[in-house]
């Protein structure tokens, strides 16, 4: 089977994990081409490619425009890690192109680019895969499981929390972060995850009642807040998210209760199962957790492309949390709770709003 090629855009932070889900998925990939503003980083991404590879570094391409990426006839693949805010437009022009796409998580800091998306790679018969990567842990995929097959019982409620520490330097390294623009705050960045976990087991929202503000970090965004969520199902819910806890990140955490069980996931990062206790099941072993779950993303993306398929996190998928947070920070800037589907919203309408 020939190779999928792929390229990818932005090479920060997070570039490591993309490079990582290639290199392990090389029976099924390959990268090919790099883009980023600054050259620097692109030399420093192949070289780590090349160590985690063995790949020939004069096959994989580096430009410094995406629209020239966009026109390599050999890309297949476009993964779009770029900051937040321009990554809609990026994602659009790559489905024009004819590329099938990657996005990091958000997809999209407004309901009306997030559809854009949707459309287009309909339109194109294009698949979209979003980083919810979390969905790939074995533990939340036999707690999903559970839940669809009635093994909780009827579903009560949920609990979800994000208790980080980010600390200035981490948000005066990238001055696009903590802004409306280009990114959003504790929400849309960090507890997006917890969040879509929760949206995938329980169902989609209803209505949503949030309070948020600024209170310790130097940004334009919230630091931290919580919601009230009312599940289509009836069921009700609540999130909490903040990266001022003292001083660094303590937990992450998703409770599930209903009728006939109680899960309750957490540690750091969703790494561990606190409680498992369903009528009639023993509990949940934890087998050992991939240390990369991007790289399983990467997989289930190659074989969507391959046999035709919707990746396991589309972009209908990857809108669900996206659109909710939108609703909490709207619930949050006119203080009244919100109804879901949402029309059209930007973190961009928060501007001068909020704190």
């Known amino acids: 089977m020939e190779k999928l090629k792929i390229g990818i855009i932005g090479c920060g932070s997070i570039i490591p994990k993309h490079l990582r889900a290639v290199a392990e998925n090389s029976d099924k990939m390959e990268l090919v081409a790099l883009c980023d503003t600054v050259s620097g980083k ?7 490619y090349i160590k985690l590879s063995g790949a ?9 425009d995406y629209q ?5 006839p050999d890309v297949q693949v476009v993964t779009v890690a770029t900051v937040s805010g321009i990554r809609p437009r990026i994602a659009l022009d790559a489905l024009d192109a004819g590329k099938h796409v990657i996005l990091e998580k958000p997809m999209a800091l407004s309901v009306k680019e997030a559809g854009e998306i949707i459309k287009k790679s309909e339109e194109k018969n294009l698949k979209v895969s979003v980083c919810h990567q979390l969905r790939f842990l074995p533990h939340m995929m036999k707690l999903r499981e559970a839940v669809a097959s009635g093994a909780i019982g009827k579903l009560v409620h949920a609990s979800a929390s994000m208790r980080w520490n980010r600390n200035d330097a981490y948000y005066s390294s990238s001055p696009w972060r903590g802004t409306w623009e280009y990114d959003g705050g504790a929400f849309m960045n960090q507890a997006i995850h917890v969040i879509d976990l929760m949206l995938w087991i329980m169902g989609p929202a209803a209505r949503v009642y949030a309070e948020t503000g600024t209170f310790l970090k130097k940004i334009e965004a919230e630091d931290a807040g919580a919601a009230v969520i009312r599940f289509k199902n009836g069921a009700v819910g609540t999130v909490e998210a903040s990266v001022c806890v003292y001083p660094e990140n303590l937990e992450e955490t998703l409770g599930i209760f209903g009728k006939k069980g109680t899960v309750l996931i957490g540690g750091k990062a969703l790494n561990r199962v606190e409680i498992w206790n369903i009528e009639g099941e023993a509990p949940f072993e934890v087998p050992e957790i991939p240390p990369n779950l991007h790289t399983l993303l990467y997989r289930d993306m190659a074989d969507a492309v391959t046999n035709d398929r919707q990746p396991l996190i589309n972009a209908w998928e990857g809108k669900n949390a996206m ?19 949402l029309g059209d919203f930007s973190t961009k309408d928060m501007i001068g709003g909020a704190k």
């Open 42 to 48: 692109m030399d420093a991404t192949v070289n780590e």
């Open 323 to 341: 659109e909710l947070i939108l609703s909490i920070y709207k619930s949050s800037l006119t203080k009244k709770p919100v109804d879901l589907p």
């Open 68 to 72: 020239k990426l966009l026109e390599d």
């Open 56 to 64: 020939n570094w004069h096959r994989i391409r580096k430009y410094t």
